[in-house]
């Protein structure tokens, strides 16, 4: 089946530590995003990519680092240098198309991360 | 970025129309206007979209303004599974996508 993946669904990392938190996609799509939410919030965007090998920040980037060596992995690091890193992490990607048109995005079902 | 402001909650009786409001008045020519709602501790699903003209698909409904400076989701019979966060949001063709907070829609049975 085809869909995006994020794991775990939960991780628990004490504070100082570095964690990655994994997205992959069988979507075959160009675009791909990371999002913060807290609780009773709306979706805050971390970094995007459009392509393999480029990404770009979004409105939260400090504290967070990103790669995209690969069309389907969005991996996603937090740093110890994020104050408040306990959220819910969500993945997704998009199928950019023509200039003029607008595709859906396609979310994985999310990462909480607590950090004690 | 253009950024939209919905009602923070709204409540319908199950079984009947509910209609979601969006306020978008710095939208700009080429944004399309993008509905997903989520459920509690679950990733945000897609729900409809549409440019300039009002769109049907088998979840809902989307009318959009004239003037494109608002637009509403309708969900033509609420049931309890309808019960979730909606969100408007703006999408612009160099792929950075805003969020805002939503509207919390609760379904009476």
């Known amino acids: 089946d085809g869909g995006i993946t994020q794991s775990p669904k939960y991780l628990f990392r004490k504070e100082g530590q570095n964690v990655t938190l994994s997205c992959e996609q069988n979507?075959?799509?160009?675009?791909m995003y990371w999002y913060r939410q807290d609780p009773g919030q709306g979706l805050r965007l971390i970094y995007y990519?459009?392509?393999?090998?480029?990404?770009q920040k979004g409105d939260i980037a400090e504290g967070y680092s990103v790669s995209r060596e690969k069309k389907e992995s969005f991996p996603l690091t937090v740093t110890s240098a994020q104050k408040n890193p306990t959220a819910f992490y969500l993945c997704?990607?998009?199928?950019?198309?023509?200039?003029?048109?607008?595709?859906?995005?396609?979310f994985g079902p999310g990462t909480r991360l607590t950090v004690l | 970025d253009a950024k939209t402001t919905q009602p923070n909650s709204m409540e319908s009786n199950e079984e009947e129309p509910v209609h979601l409001p969006c306020n978008h008045s710095?939208?700009?020519?080429?944004?399309?206007i993008h509905w997903y709602r989520q459920l509690p501790s679950q990733g945000p699903e897609y729900v409809i979209h549409?440019?300039?003209s009002n769109v049907n698909n088998r979840m809902a409904s989307l009318a959009i303004a004239e003037d494109r400076k608002s637009s509403t989701l309708i969900l033509h019979r609420a049931t309890l599974r309808d019960a979730a966060v909606y969100y408007c949001?703006?999408?612009?063709?160099?792929?950075?996508?805003?969020f805002g907070p939503g509207t919390s829609l609760s379904v009476i049975p």
């Open positions: 710095t939208i700009s020519g080429t944004d399309y």
């Open positions: 949001i703006l999408k612009t063709s160099y792929d950075k996508v805003i």
């Open positions: 549409g440019l300039t």
């Open positions: 979507l075959n799509h160009d675009a």
């Open positions: 990519s459009q392509i393999v090998n480029d990404f």
């Open positions: 997704a990607s998009r199928e950019t198309g023509p200039a003029g048109t607008s595709n859906e995005q396609f």
